[in-house]
């Protein structure tokens, strides 16, 4: 059984579209995040949703926009895609109320904007 | 704010050989501390954790003490093996900060070489 899963694995597309990456886990918890992963494996938070409430927003650029339909599910839609765009992204879930909590990591979305 | 700081690699190692990866943080609160490990091609796994000073994390023969007089957190293992080649993540999460979100440090790639 997946636990955290993302769709699509690879995306490849032209600077200026729109695309949107789903995420879903079955791990009934009630926090799950965005994370950016750049071409030198840094890695970066960009969203937090609690309860499909919007928790953390770390300055990315509004051309972002995560949804969450309900607490299973966190989606991200890009708008006018850049370059600089290229990453993998991963979601992650955990369970809420304690900074020790383990997140559960997708397998990434690798994303190349030519 | 919160930072991470682990040695950059990569580290290559023959097999049965000593790891060490530095790893030291800087907190405004009362972080917890993990280790994540990234095979090829997929996602983040915990590895390992530590919730409080002096707290021991270990895991498939990894280890890493929580150092709160050092603020550090090294990744130790006393023989490693072919399938131990990865990407080394060391990860705060602080309890002052809203939304659990993990800060993490650059990324260790291991090599361990037959």
């Known amino acids: 059984d997946t636990a955290v899963s993302q769709t699509p694995k690879y995306l490849v597309t032209q600077m200026g579209n729109d695309k949107s990456i789903k995420c879903e886990q079955n791990?009934?918890?009630?926090?799950m995040y965005w994370y950016k992963q750049d071409s030198k494996k840094f890695l970066k938070i960009m969203f937090s949703?609690?309860?499909?409430?919007?928790?953390i927003n770390e300055t990315v650029p509004n051309r972002f926009s995560p949804k969450s339909p309900d607490k299973a599910h966190l989606n991200l839609h890009i708008n006018s895609l850049e370059l600089g765009d290229s990453a993998v992204y991963f979601c992650a879930s955990s369970t809420s109320g304690s900074s020790y909590n383990e997140q559960f990591f997708g397998p990434g979305t690798r994303l190349t904007v030519l | 704010g919160n930072s991470v700081t682990q040695m950059e690699g990569p580290v290559t190692l023959s097999e049965e050989a000593f790891l060490t990866i530095n790893c030291t943080y800087t907190?405004?609160?009362?972080?917890?501390l993990f280790w994540y490990v990234q095979y090829p091609g997929e996602g983040l796994q915990l590895l390992l954790k530590a919730t409080k000073a002096d707290d021991k994390g270990s895991n498939k023969g990894f280890e890493a003490t929580y150092r709160k007089e050092t603020t550090s957190f090294h990744l130790e293992k006393g023989s490693v093996q072919v399938s131990d080649s990865a990407v080394y993540f060391c990860a705060l999460s602080d309890s002052k900060a809203a939304g659990n979100k993990l800060t993490f440090g650059g990324g260790t790639r291991v090599l361990v070489k037959p």
């Open positions: 907190a405004t609160g009362y972080p917890s």
């Open positions: 949703y609690n309860n499909k409430e919007l928790i």
């Open positions: 791990l009934g918890h009630d926090t």
